[in-house]
């Protein structure tokens, strides 16, 4: 049906058709221009056809947009679809467990970006809102595109951009396809680490089927996809330099002040990540004026982990002495003579214990829609309704063992790779029996996450032939969301067998063979065994008090939009032009529920006059509140055809990106710093908050100097009017005579984000064979801010979170005869993580750069065979400067290793 004109619209027949019809060869003419004469038919592979298809689709949209296109069925360019989408410009991608988790668009984190499922709203798992993209199976995703600059009819939600994933419009394909994905996969660690699942071996698969009945009227897609995979990486850390609730500072015999971290801990993980998709489609067009089509996404990810290791911390006391056992200047280091941190010391340890910890994690993501697509009386009607739910259960148990030798001790240091080294004194073992004793076992947390939305939508087109507009939009949308979290946090302690030391029974040999040599041999227990043996079994021994309620909390969101665009085909001079403008008017309607403790404790003697004195803690108050905003969102989108092969386009609007949910709980607690009793510290939600709000312009120009050439720079700047922000004593309220300060998330006005960005895309064709199959996909992007998106107690404020400085991708790509190679490289500079409800606790991730080799040959048209690697170099994931944001200041030091991926893909 060709008058169809909506976001929720897959790829047009003609883009569909060039990107999967490149089975093994592919012409750079147009498919309706082919002659039948044409002597010279030029070659090229599946990955520069993925490359020219996106970039058909970025030419020809009225905004700014990058686009990526699947290979073939169930294959885009890369092993995920978050790794597909960081090598578009401007866009980079967050690593968790080595996998590709979330992106960032133009230096903005999570927060400020909206996804959209085949043009709806996606519910998420994670609290806030941002999107696991690593929920996405790639096999089951077609094509993406990032869309930079908005229109009125794109849903509101993204400052930084909207990220549309499309399944496959099953119409669109001319026969039968079934198409099959097999692959095995190995991770460098895996073999070294006794809990990685399958000893490092993963597996990979999707079948996708395709088809038309009723004289292709109707069409069907249906694909399936799973992976079991290995879970191997170590890590070290040190905690908190000189924070503000552990004062950890140490003084030197003349007084000066030194900041030292509090404690230290390394852990091996291993485990299994796994993971289930499907997807259906079903369409059918009776006639050239009606089509009804119905999709269906489904997506399970568990994750089961085994985490061990050993932590310590460093006494207080020690830490503010500096001649405990002699007054010798070596024991601590610094940078050098005027450097105000220990970076290495021989300290007095407060506690000492191997870890035994198990995550388990299982998140379920269901979004269907149906859309109805009526012409009749020359107007387009579109009707849609669609639902989207999470589900996240979520586990973290640990047990600890502590060390009972007296006079704990041990010396810290760093490597020259910013890891932390640390050697405990002699005669102190972590791993015999008898000088370790079982602790207590943690749970924190045991938790169930729920979020859906439901949305109607309606929209109505009308050609306006002959008017310097080619089309008349409006249309409007209702959606209601719910979000929840319940949470439960405990300890319990050893309540049987108390006095019986750890046997052989207890103790496993579950060491891996790559941990660092420059860490101590931590105890690995048999976790379940010692549970059932000292404690009984997991169970909350105070289910439902203040922790669990002030962890636990619900939002609502309601939200009501319409709007009105005009489409734009005209000629300005002798330049043709093409875009929209429109406006779209929004109302969003926020309510919380959560929970408020107000008070402080009181202590009491019981029974009177017998000396011992108990806690009485203060009732957890039940709160409500409501909230509501309205934005007047204006956009333009020019497109200037200044030659053949030369775009020039403006694009202007206002945006809004709404609070993270969790940053709306009403939840307060009140808590005394016992290291700075007068004030005391509170954090708190804010269900106040505004949206991020911005008036933001782009320009680009684009040079298309070929099918699969181009060269595109653009510029751009954001007016922040209103952004969200985390404050440590924002507030100050008064409870009992007392004064608190609250840590809580407030809306910033003022500043600005700008950047610019060049793109480098060409095939060297113009070579003579074997180099003619060479090309280069490139692009950097620049990004900066004034915005200060945290302010810790007693440290300097952070930026924008999310937001790197430099971001730039490499790829080169080679064929020839069937054979196709590629390596990428992809880096982004250093980035405030996410900030969190102490402000700065998530510290800074130091800059990154990572390198993918992927190989492939294509047998004969039907099976093609792959090898890739990620991670080729082995790039850590660092963190530094929890609460300092200084470099000096070590913090997370974790390897993935490499991962190798082989397979075969059959289609037929």
Known sequence: MNRFNSLTTNAST????????????????????????LEEVIVVGKYQASLQSALERKRGSASVIEAISAEDIGQLPDVSITESLARLPGVAQDRDRGNGSQISIRGMGGQLGLTTLNGREVATVEEDRNIRYDQFPSELINAAQVYKTPQAKIAEGGVSGTVNLETISPLDYDERVIAVNLRGSSYSLGKDIDDAAGGGIGTRYSVSYIDKFVDDTLGVAIGIAGQNQPIATQRAELWNYGDTWHNTQWNDEEGKNFNAPWGGSALVRGGEDSRVG????VQWEPTENFALSYDFFYSQLDISEEQRGFDFNIDPDYARQWDINDSVATQFTNSDENAEDVLSAHVGLSSLRSLNEKFTQTDDLMSHGLTADWYVGGWNLVGAVSHSATNRDRMWQSVRTVNTSENLGGTFGANSDDRMTFALDTG??????AQNRVDNLTVNPLSVGEDAITAIEFSAERELNGSFFSSFEVGARVSERVKKQDAQTWDQFVVNNWDVALTDEFIIDAGAKSYWSDLPDYLTIDREAVIDYYFGSIENPTPGDNDDLLASWEVSE????????LNIDTQLGSIPMRGNVGVRAVTTTTG????????????????????????VLPSAEQVETEHS??????SVNLAFELRDDLVLRLGAAKTIARAPLDFLSPAVDIGQDQWAPNPGESASGNPYLEPFR?????????????????IAATLYYKDMESYIARQAGAESITVDGTDYLLSLPVNGSGGYIKGYEISYQQAFDFLPRPFSGLGVYANYANTSSNIEQGTPLNATPFGLTGLSEDVGTFTLWHYLNGFESRLSYNYRSEFQRDISRVAGEEGVNAAEGYMDLAFSYELNENVKLMLQVQNLTDEPYKVYGLESNNPNHINKFEEFGQRYSFGISWKL
Do not use: C, H
């Open 592 to 615: 919380t529920k959560g929970y408020q403790v107000l008070s402080a404790s009181t202590w009491v003697e019981e029974p009177v006059g017998s000396g011992v004195w108990v806690e």
């Open 629 to 634: 905003y309205d934005d007047f969102l204006p």
């Open 428 to 433: 102190i073992d972590l791993t015999d029996p």
């Open 14 to 37: 003609r883009v569909i058709a060039l990107a999967l019809g490149l089975v093994s060869t592919v012409s750079f003419a147009q498919e309706e221009n082919v002659d039948a004469n």
């Open 278 to 281: 499907g997807m259906a489609v």
């Open 694 to 710: 911005a008036t933001q312009g782009d320009t680009t120009l684009e040079w298309y100097f070929g099918d699969s050439n181009s």
């Open 558 to 565: 309601d939200i009501q939009s319409a709007y009105v665009q």
